[in-house]
């Protein structure tokens, strides 16, 4: 339930207009009118009767809510609309109200894997917003082996193209082969792990996002999508990175700990 009176980005938000961020932008841009008077200005109220329109479309709160979690195919790109383009992800998600989603932070069109999509303002806000300080894991496919001396100065930062260094939050090698790294970001700027990258000399060859949290990209299929569980969503606004809770399988550990011992003192009995 809606109380009354709300802010008018809020209200937008609940429309599906987009994050709280997003609406806001569209009121500074004066796309946005309350009974027919264009409003600019932060801070203003709505109440349950005021008209409210974007690009003279009258909103409405929406009583469904969707999470959902998208496998973005490479060529494809988040934004809604777009003159030069033609592929859009949202237009893969096949429902009825297709046209009154937006995506959950980036993807750019020549990277492939999880994005989010949704009609809930509030939780793209609380998911986007930086103090949440949200994981996003990468599968990253260089042209060649990269060096952990380059790998320590990602971690470290970089400065760019801007006053605000660029860098990842962890890195992991991938078994045997060594041209593909798994990397952690926090933030995310645009393009950030292609800059970081190139800037060290290396050529990505693809970048596929694989977590977003604790949501995986798991054994989803290019194009395929799906509803994110209430367990996933509740994990994700809680910045939860696993929903694993380890302490419900502390049982099953010890033996697993107790079978790799017992595995390895027979082998340092063969040995001797």
Same mark, same amino acid.
């Given at each position: ?46 109440? /349950?009767? +005021? ?17 959902? /979690? ?5 060529? *494809? ?60 894991? *990468? ?14 100065? /990602?971690? &470290?930062?970089?400065?760019? +193209? ?34 970081i990258f190139s800037y060290?000399? *290396? +050529? ?20 395929? *999508? ?13 910045? &939860? ?5 380890? &302490? ?5 550990? &010890? ?5 790799k011992r017992a595995a ?9």
């Amino acid at each position: 339930m809606i109380e009354y009176p709300i802010r008018l980005q809020a209200y937008l938000a609940k429309c599906g207009c987009g994050s709280r961020r997003w609406c806001e932008q569209l009121i500074k841009d004066g796309r946005v009118m309350v009974n027919n008077r264009a409003v600019r200005e932060m801070g203003v109220k709505v109440n /349950a009767d +005021d008209i409210v329109q974007v690009d003279t479309e009258t909103v409405e709160p929406i009583e469904k809510t969707y999470y959902i /979690a998208l496998n973005k195919p490479k060529g *494809y790109v988040c934004t809604n609309f777009d003159p030069n383009e033609t592929k859009y992800a949202r237009e893969l998600i096949q429902i009825r109200d297709q046209n009154l989603l937006f995506n959950v932070g980036r993807l750019d069109r020549d990277s492939n894997g999880l994005i989010l999509f949704t009609n809930d303002g509030d939780f793209a806000n609380r998911v986007m917003h930086p103090s949440r300080e949200i994981e996003k894991e *990468y599968l990253v496919h260089l042209d060649r082996m990269c060096t952990v001396e380059d790998l320590n100065k /990602a971690l &470290k930062g970089l400065y760019i +193209d801007m006053d605000k260094p660029y860098r990842i939050n962890s890195y992991e090698f991938v078994p045997r082969r060594k041209d593909y790294i798994r990397v952690v970001l926090i933030e995310g700027k645009n393009r950030e792990i292609r800059k970081i990258f190139s800037y060290l000399g *290396y +050529d990505v060859k693809g970048l596929t996002r694989v977590r977003i949290g604790c949501i995986l990209l798991g054994n989803m299929q290019p194009g395929e *999508y799906r509803d994110l569980t209430r367990k996933e969503i509740e994990g994700l606004l809680a910045g &939860k990175t696993t929903l694993i809770e380890r &302490k419900k399988f502390g049982a099953a550990l &010890k033996r697993e700990q107790a079978a790799k011992r017992a595995a390895k003192e027979r082998r340092d009995d063969c040995g001797n």
